[in-house]
């Protein structure tokens, strides 16, 4: 019983964290039709400002703040360079470039930040919680806390505010919604700053959950995140969020209970062929979003 | 107008393809003295730290030697390169040194699977290779110029067994290894002595790269039964453990192995959380030999932090190259040097000989962490256990 509590409360965590780290992949997905690789550049990118911040202010509250604002420019910089001029040729030539920007941008990581494991040792000022008999840390009550905020927030910014508008009709038919009046440019600015902040934040979580921050910290979020937007059907934010707390609580149980039978990564893409064998078009698939 | 957007932005990210695989691609220096040393080390990637310290060694030692007057009055040189942790990228840098820098002999400062990708190129063209700290019995096993300088995965596995099960007393053990050829080795050497010892292995659980939660791991071998605990892992996901073993709050013996033994990716950041653990490795911090304490304080001053495992490794397949070449510098030369080394003294111990296989056969040390530092907690001297 107590492998099975901890088990849950830990799948729990690992899924916010991923849920997190997955939305700007699925709101861009929603957008624009493309798969953003380059999004765990958000994530390596938080995770090192968020480091730097923290060794010198000694505040985890600016650690994040800092990390959220430098994924928000480097999302802004992302889409204004690279995707916009690209937007009209399909989607292998985003995909393919998306590739090649994080390849750099890992590269630059090791040659800015030096290609050593560095240590993120952060105390919060949070307590250490026992949940249904288990342990709860400090900075995984962070990340409850933070999930616990962000997800009704996606769902009020897309169902609520006119962005969220903007969003939908974009995501339906980008011509009509531009022919509409719609400022096309300025929905995807606001995707894109808010995906990467959001991956920046989950980079800072990260670093702070392992202390430990490395210039490929993003390679395993960068694919497994495709997996998990497909799982919950692509284009649709929310399904992207019961996906990721799916797949962090499958991968969580299979470890407890079998160990290390399976690379852990894999067991994402073994959920996924597996429910898509049942529901080819994810958990909930793009167009329920819009009822 | 459109079309100059579009190439600018598939410019862009052409560059940024070009940019990352030219910076993530090998650096070399030009080959200056009339005896050129090859050597190549993980500087980018996961294993950074180890080829950092595996780099700085062997500019060191290739200093210390120039300094004593050079092998046989010629200067030596090295030939550096970055394999980055990568297979492929050592067999490319095989190929150079072997056909295009025509290097006299060669130091491995990389991990067991570039090494072993890279012996076979060396040995068809016949040029020595000293593995410094890579411990797949498979790259001895490649020809008469390959050798090993650090012992076997499978020798050093079976020391772990003695420490952990006739020094510490376990008689239940778990075992969690890291998937590939160091940790496969290490595991079939400790198993076979654990099991000789009369302890059984409870479980055995294999890791990739980048695990960070070992918890349910442990928890399942302490449901177990087990009394001790065999970590054969590398520093990034070491540390991982050591922080989930203590957050279990487990009080069992714990034996690791050089797969830790890194001053600035282990030692530094772990430091005393560590404390008890002990680990098998060829560098015994304590001693007292003028050597060892001239090599600690010369690298400690060029490199503001003490040698670990891989540095002073590295530093003897210097030494032990110069001492081969001081006959003579063609390949069968320097192979028949190496070969024929006795009892070489260097900042790793006694080099008791090398084996016909090119393993060399010497104790094994062990090391505790005591208060947050590295200190000499025994030896493995059986000749049962230390010949491969």
Redesign the interface.
Known sequence: MEVFASSAVQGIVQGSLYALIALGPSLTYGLLRILDVANAAGLTLGAYVGLEAYSATGQWWLALIAGAMAGAVLGWLIQRLLYRPILGRGPIVPLIAGIGVFIAAEEAFRLVFGPYNRTFAATLPLPALQVAGTQVTGVETLILLIGVTVFPATWWLLRRTSLGLAWRATSQDRETAQAMGINIGRVIASIFVIGYALAAVGGVLVGVTYNTVYPTMGDIPAYKMLAIIVLGGLGNPLGTILAAMLIGLVETFVVAYFGFVLPRDAIAFIALILILLVRPRGLLPGDEVVQ | MRST??G???G???A??L???V??ACSSSAPAGPITIGFFAP????A??DG?SAYDAAQLAVKDINTAGGVNGSQISLVNYDDASDAKQAVTIATKLATQDKVTAVVSGSYSDQTLAAAPIFQRNSIPMLAAYAVNPGIPATGNFIFQQDFTGEVEGAAAAVALVKDLGATKVAIVAIQNDFGSSLTTGFTKEAQALGATIV?T????F????F???L??DVSKGANGFFMAQY??EA??YI?NWN?LGLHLPLVGTEGVDST??FFE?VGAAANGMVFTTPFNRDSTDSAVLSFVKSFTAAYSHAPDMVAATTYDSFMVLKQAMAKGTSPAQIQSGIAGTTNFVGVTGTIQSYNSTGEVVKAVDLEIIKDGAVHHYGDVTDPSIITP
């Open positions: 957007l579009r600018r932005a598939v862009f990210a052409a940024a393809l940019i990352g695989t910076a993530g500087e980018s990637g996961f950074a730290a950092a479980a659980d294999n890791n990739q980048g695990e960070k939660d918890t349910p791991i928890q399942r520093y990034s540390q991982q922080t957050a600035t990716q950041p």
